[in-house]
């Protein structure tokens, strides 16, 4: 299995190419340079693995939600790519990509990207038998003080959801953290990860249905609002 995989839906930019039984992997945390980097950085994969766009079975992307410009960025790379080669896609949450850097033991993860405006991206997540993480519920954009959390014994949290509401974020475990890192980032091996069990069971889709989740149904400020935010 040759997969190529793109998570651009943070600060971090990163691709992936899933090679046979190998999975090598470029990131760099670059805000605004994703446009430039992406395609260079696949490219830079390929060679590495010494095949070329045409020997690629499939295109994996990080589908979001995260930053408005970096998940179109994503979605219009991999769609682009799937259409000139006639490849199928597997979208994949880029809160599970994110969860899928917690330690592996018994406790829930909770995966968090600040989503500005003093809310977070949030997802619930679990490692499942395969050492894939599973969701324990839905994603939401909200207050990070109204975040939801099913019931658990203890809680891994991630993400830079953390590390700027991690005050309030606290207040809703149940109890401290069993680890916390607000410094981690979807990253674009771990999409791989996620999608190559879908891929290898048929459920990529046409390039046209691989559709981004922003989560906000409104993803831009008015020029007043925009006003009153700085105020």
């Not at 939600?65 to 408005?68: C, D, H, I, L």
């Given at each position: 299995m040759n997969l190529l995989a793109i998570e651009t839906a943070t600060e971090a930019c990163s691709v992936a190419l899933l090679h046979g039984e190998a999975l090598i992997?470029?990131?760099e945390l670059a805000p605004r340079r994703h446009a430039e980097l992406v395609l260079p950085m696949a490219e830079d994969l390929l060679a590495e693995a010494g095949i070329t766009r045409r020997q690629l079975d499939g295109i994996a992307v990080g589908r979001g939600?995260?930053?408005?410009t970096g998940v179109r960025l994503a979605i219009s790379v991999a769609q682009g790519l799937a259409l000139a080669l006639d490849l199928p896609v597997v979208p994949?949450?880029?809160l599970a990509a994110l969860a899928m850097q917690a330690p592996k033991n018994d406790a829930a993860i909770l995966a968090a990207i600040d989503a500005r405006r003093g809310e977070i991206y949030a997802g619930?997540?679990?490692f499942a038998a395969d050492g894939l993480v599973e969701a324990l519920g839905g994603e939401h954009v909200l207050a990070a003080s109204a975040v939801i959390l099913p019931e658990a014994e203890g809680w891994n949290v991630l993400g830079t959801g953390w590390s700027a509401y991690g005050d309030a974020i606290r207040e809703r475990l149940p109890v401290l953290p069993r680890w916390a890192d607000g410094n981690r980032y979807p990253q674009a091996c771990d999409v791989a990860r996620l999608a190559a069990p879908l891929f290898a069971a048929g459920r990529g889709v046409a390039p046209e249905l691989?559709?981004?989740v922003y989560l906000r149904d409104?993803?831009?400020l008015t020029l007043e609002e925009q006003r009153d935010a700085r105020a």
């Open positions: 992997d470029r990131s939600p995260g930053a408005f994949v949450s880029s619930t997540f679990r691989a559709l981004p409104k993803v831009a």
